[in-house]
């Protein structure tokens, strides 16, 4: 099964100058009967969320993401265009930073979101579970910070996949 993820990326630098707060999420990986297009089958998601629940955090803040896994397969989440600041064990990608979590275990990432904003996401990298597993990661400026282009009339994210 192929699946396409059209995001829409806006990156900038800009120095640090406010610590941010701490932003606690929990991801419970389960199976989940969900219906499109009249037919009803089983996937996998993220609190029985599909596409997954949206991880919002602002720019300098700390994120603590536990991953609770309650199905079969091995799993492990990739926080997509996140750049990983001395917490390369946090990015994600299973068998390459990280043994991905099994069955029954939790694994709790923790990084800080540096010189970003804008909208990324987050996906499984473990086998094609990435197909449902994944969902937007929404990097909102500092306060009283600005994006680096005038303010919209309107934010929508769109998450596309099949
Ligand atoms: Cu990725």
Not at 35 to 56: A, D, E, I, K, Y
Not at 66 to 78: E, T, W
Not at 114 to 136: D, E
Request: glycine share 8%.
């Amino acid at each position: 099964m192929a699946t396409l993820f059209f995001g829409f990326c806006v990156l900038s630098q800009w120095p640090e100058s406010v610590a941010g707060i701490t932003r606690h999420y929990t991801f419970n990986i389960m199976s989940q009967n969900v219906t499109r297009l009249c037919h009803t089958r089983s996937l996998l998601s993220v609190n029985g969320q599909f596409p997954g629940p949206r991880l919002v955090a602002r720019e300098g803040d700390q994120v603590l993401v536990k991953v609770v896994n309650h199905v079969p397969n091995n799993v492990s989440i990739h926080w997509h265009g996140v750049r990983q600041l001395r917490t390369g064990w946090a990015d994600g990608p299973a068998y390459v930073t990280q043994c991905p979590i099994q069955t029954g275990q939790a694994y709790t990432y923790n990084f800080t979101i540096t010189g970003q904003r804008g909208t990324l996401l987050w996906h499984a990298h473990n086998s094609w579970l990435r197909a449902t597993l994944y969902g937007p990661i929404i990097i909102l400026p500092k306060r009283n910070d600005s994006y680096p282009f005038e303010k919209p009339y309107k934010a929508v994210t769109i998450m596309l996949g099949n």
